[in-house]
């Protein structure tokens, strides 16, 4: 049974949409985009879903791996609904950045890279997002980039997101 099975018919067809963008001989191209297509369906990227990709672009395992890994878009397992992405990249550690994370981390009682007890919020660091002139600078959900992010905009930024959560329920 091919590991591709795994994958609903819909995801299926989503995989074959993004590979007939390329040449035939060029499937492999269509990586980033199955690997996206995963994320936004299942919220993270499994090993086997990894697999399962490449077994779809007959590719080895370790390069859907090494993709997958490389950027810090894809997630390799479980995150709170919302992702915030700090950068620490020595532009913005120059400018705060740093400072940023540590207040996100103290203000939501997680460390780095962890996710609040409720799931609604990982705070993870990040390298460039490209917006040195800006910073302190954060990514959340790989979406939206917030700019010159104070104690006090980062502490709106949280209530937003938890008010959000609380009316959607």
Do not use: W
């Not at 949409?17 to 936004?40: H, N, T």
């Not at 993709?67 to 810090?72: A, M």
């Not at 502490?155 to 959560?165: G, M, R």
């Amino acid at each position: 049974m091919s590991e591709t099975a795994n994958f609903p018919p819909a995801t299926l067809e989503r995989f074959a949409r993004e590979v007939g963008k390329y040449p035939a001989d060029q499937k492999q191209s269509a990586v980033m985009a199955c690997l996206a297509i995963v994320q936004q369906e299942q919220g993270y990227v499994s090993a086997d879903s990894e697999n399962g990709i490449a077994a779809y672009l007959g590719m080895p395992p370790i390069a859907v791996h090494e993709v997958t890994t490389f950027y810090n878009m894809y997630n390799q397992r479980p995150l709170g609904r919302y992702k915030i992405n700090v950068c620490t990249n020595l532009p913005c550690q120059l400018r705060e950045g740093q400072d940023a994370l540590e207040h996100l981390c103290r203000r939501l009682g997680v460390e780095e890279g962890e996710t609040t007890a409720d799931g609604l919020i990982t705070i993870q660091k990040s390298e460039c997002l490209g917006a040195c002139a800006d910073s302190p600078v954060l990514l959340v959900n790989d979406r939206q980039m917030c700019s010159f992010m104070t104690h006090e905009r980062l502490d709106a930024l949280v209530s937003v997101l938890k008010s959000q959560t609380d009316s959607s329920r």
